[in-house]
């Protein structure tokens, strides 16, 4: 009994950790593809400009 409340623990922490990363990792590359789309519009502008 005492093992099954044990490996019940670790799946809902596993559960926890893997729904961490994989947020994590969609926001880095939201935040990098907001950044990259922000540079490519000032070189447009800046060569519009020109």
């Known amino acids: 009994m005492a ?3 044990y ?3 670790w799946q809902s ?3 926890l950790a893997l729904v961490a990363l994989v947020s994590l990792i969609f926001g880095f590359v939201f935040s990098l593809r907001i950044s990259l789309y922000v540079g490519y519009k000032e070189i447009d502008s ?3 400009q020109a």
């Open 3 to 5: 093992i099954d409340q």
């Open 13 to 15: 922490f596993g559960v």
């Open 7 to 9: 490996t019940r623990g």
């Open 46 to 48: 800046a060569g519009d």
